[in-house]
């Protein structure tokens, strides 16, 4: 039979070279294919599903998508194309825990574990299944990883008939408030390396002194969620084999796993170090996928205890009913984009977050974050305080004022030990384009005019009064007075203000 003719634009789904090949299963493609093709073979194969009666319409997420555009505080995904929120919306009604009913979207969950998992070459044995699932978020993810850190190391401590009932964990204090989490829920004592004024990452040296016999692992953060800079993930494991340490390190990539093998690919931060047992990254970040979707995979069964594993569906995860929509979305995305799509967007952010950084120092901005794609594509950044609008004003201030413009750009107050340092974060999403990274840099430009020429008491009066007066305001969720004091965690301690994710 004669080969079928290279793929033209103007070839049929079906008469495609794709439609003659099986889906990808277990590597992501080197190349993307057209978005037609990803739907319809992707759409092929979900009706061996049962098949769902209800199809909504898409225009829920294109509505939030008109106002999000000027969100740039969060790392959340915004924008998908049609054909995946086709898809999505098609599977609204499908609960992804009944494997049964619903086994392709099961198979398709452990496609995109397979192709995360290579993706941060975990060794593989041929085409066995590699551990690990999808999760609402990195949140749950980091719980699940907590848990198996903890079950692993009390089942040897018991084996070698030794105490395990004091674990810990060691972290950088700029994590993530799901670490503090993890440690509180999960009865972890949490062991801090802490932040200085001018060091917003952990400190390899100091983290690796902190392990005790106690200690449950390392968290290593691949893109902090304030400055988007990567931890020296690589340090920290030749530390551990250098001292000959019986400890291991999970590395939360919550938002860099989907951007460092595509801009960095030599960077080693992944399994390609004996110590790294366990990631996470979550796919609504740059995985692309509107939330909520994390993953979690392991090195080896080694270190996901058996016990964590319940044979019904095989679940590992916290809670049980979800929606299939988001890991249909993330294998969209997946085999979509492929590794060249997702490297073309995330070296366009790239070097839209350096264009941005560049526009901002000339604006009288110190810049925190890294460029040239030596951290996430975002852009943090404080007053310098030989700025003029310094003298009067704080960060908070000018976030006030861009959001009197429509953007919503809020200023933080940095990880204890910083000495009270605060900053602004611009996170660079795929839809934040040159043309509305232009009309920003614009509108901060118009912002920090307004402040120079205005004074701090008018400022800060008019802030309160736009507080007091705001109708949306009211509908913010109250916490029970029970609640309010809180003061265990680095916020209540410190006065740590956690970014938005
Ligand atoms: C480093 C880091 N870890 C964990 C999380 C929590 O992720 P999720 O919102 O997916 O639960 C975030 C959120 O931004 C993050 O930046």
Known sequence: MAEPSPDEVSTSVYGSSWAAQDLPRLDMPELEMPKEVAYRLIKDDLTLDGTPTLNLVG??????????HRIQASFVTTY????????????????FIDYEEYPVSADIQNRCVSMIARLYNCPTDGDAAVMGTSTIGSSEAIMLATLAMKKRWQNKRRAEGKPFDKPNIVMNSAVQVCWEKAARYFDVEEKYVFCTADRYVIDPEQA???VDENTI??????????????????????????????????VDAASGGFVAPFVNPELEWDFRLPKVVSINVSGHKYGLVYPGVGWVVWRDPEFLPKELIFNINASFTLNFSKGASQVIGQYYQMIRLGKRGYRSIMLNLTRTADYLASALTKLGFIIMSQGNGEGLPLVAFRLDPNNEVASKHDEFAIAHQLRERGWVVPAYTMAPHSEQLKLMRVVVREDFSRSRCDALITDLALCMKTLRETDAKFIKD????????RGRTKLRHKINKHYSKEGHSLQGKHGKTHAVC
């Open 208 to 210: 690796v002194d902190l």
């Open 217 to 250: 692992g390392i968290c290593a953060i691949l893109g902090t969620t304030y400055t988007g800079e990567y931890e020296d993930v690589k340090a920290i494991n030749d530390l551990l084999v250098e001292r000959n340490i019986d400890c291991n390190i999970h």
């Open 59 to 68: 225009y829920m997420l294109s509505t939030a998508e008109l106002f999000a």
């Open 80 to 95: 998908m194309e049609d054909e995946a929120e086709k898809l999505m919306t098609d599977a609204f009604n499908k609960n």
């Open 462 to 469: 008019h802030q309160q009064h736009v507080k007091e007066n």
